[in-house]
Nanobody
Framework: EVQLQASGGGLVQAGESLRLSCTASGFTFDDNDIAWFRQAPGNEREGVSYITRDGSTNYSEPVKGRFTIFRDNAKNTVYLQMDNLKPEDTALYSC?????????????????????????WGQGTQVTVSS
């Protein structure tokens, strides 16, 4: 059974940090690209960050310079280090996976990682940042 398990959320104050984890099972993790998305109440889901199977990364503008995505293939886990958190970062954070080859081909024809049709989604982990 394919599973993506997101964890690490919590309640913090503005300026503090959190590290989210997305742990995968049931598929070949090394061959997959992983993305983090978030959704705040009343808002549409938005892409946060993305990492390819080869370790290349992308970030949305609101989190550039504050968030860092990295992966540990030995642990089948992608991490999202979130520093200098702001109240506007409050949202439900979810991770998603897509085969690396499919992602590469989609990007070659101009599809943004935020618009990929991801194969699998994990349940969310709530991040709440108080001011």
């Amino acid at each position: 059974e394919v599973q993506l398990q997101a964890s690490g959320g919590g309640l913090v104050q503005a300026g503090e940090s959190l590290r989210l984890s997305c742990t995968a099972s049931g598929f070949t993790f090394d061959d997959n690209d992983i993305a983090w998305f978030r959704q705040a109440p009343g808002n549409e889901r938005e892409g946060v960050s993305y990492i390819t199977r080869d370790g290349s990364t992308n970030y949305s503008e609101p989190v550039k310079g504050r968030f860092t995505i990295f992966r540990d293939n030995a642990k089948n886990t992608v991490y999202l280090q979130m520093d200098n958190l702001k109240p506007e970062d409050t949202a439900l954070y979810s991770c998603a996976s897509l085969g690396g080859t499919v992602a590469f081909l989609a990007s070659r024809v101009g599809v943004s990682w935020e618009d990929f049709q991801y194969d699998h989604w994990g349940q969310g982990t709530q991040v709440t940042v108080s001011s």
